[in-house]
């Protein structure tokens, strides 16, 4: 029985993409299962892990959801503190298009804030893959959601980093190191709106910019 509940969590780790390491981790101590409580408990409103609107949010706010009852989320109060921190880990561990892309890409195309291949779409990445473009046929490998992954890191970063760097950096440090990893667009706009910290200044960014930089902060 011991044996297959173990064998049930190396399992369940494998198809969830998490390391051979932590997985056996898992098997001999009774640490909580992020990716599992994520697809249990917030998969369902919020995407899968791979592509979680959810990206980036850490404990706190994740607290401050549930005790905010934000969403209906009330009803996960019953999830334990190392519950919530395991969930936090592995949402801020999950792959991300920008990371993806300094793995994959970088080498050939330069870094994200000044690729020539901003604005490449899904279709034409996967199209080049499959036509092993300049050798790229070795990316086969990544799945459909990386390739989307990349393809908004393509589509977004460029204009992202830059308006962050313009209008944000300033206050809440360099995008690498970023104090606001995380906020999505509608935080942003909310301490805008509010004139949060003097962020009442910025209320010419269009929803637009402010979408740009989002999608850069959820990729350290
Ligand atoms: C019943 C649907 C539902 C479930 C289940 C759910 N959420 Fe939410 N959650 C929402 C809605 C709706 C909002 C408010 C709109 C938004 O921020 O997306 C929200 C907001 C949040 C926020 C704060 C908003 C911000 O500033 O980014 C976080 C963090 C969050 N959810 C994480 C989670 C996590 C982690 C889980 C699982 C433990 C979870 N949610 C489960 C519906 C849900
Ligand atoms: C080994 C070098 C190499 C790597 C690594 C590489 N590429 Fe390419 N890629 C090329 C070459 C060469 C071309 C053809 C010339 C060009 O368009 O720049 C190309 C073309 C492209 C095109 C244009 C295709 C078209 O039809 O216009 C896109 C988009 C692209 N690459 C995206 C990517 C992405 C995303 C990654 C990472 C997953 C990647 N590449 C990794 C070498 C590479
Ligand atoms: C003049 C300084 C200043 C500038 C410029 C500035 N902020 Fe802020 N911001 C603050 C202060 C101070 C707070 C309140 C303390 C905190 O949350 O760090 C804050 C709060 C926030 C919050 C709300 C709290 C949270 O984490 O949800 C977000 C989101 C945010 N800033 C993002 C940004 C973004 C994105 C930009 C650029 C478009 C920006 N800020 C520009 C000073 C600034």
Redesign the pocket.
Known sequence: MRARIKNGMILMGLILGCSIGAATAYAFTPVPDGEV??AN??A???GALDAS??IG?NST??N??ISGN????GS?SS?APDEIQA?ATS?ATVPRGASLYASNCVACHGGLSSTAKAGADSTTIQNAITANTGGMGTFATLTPVQVQAIASALTMAPAGTALYAGNCAACHGVITASAKFGA?S??IQNAIGGDTGGMGALSALTLDDIQAISAVLTSP
Request: proline share 0%; hydrophobic share 50%.
């Open positions: 409580l994520y408990n917030c369902v409103c919020h609107a959810k949010a706010l994740i401050y959801a934000i969403g209906g989320m996960l999830l969930i949402l999505d509608s935080r």
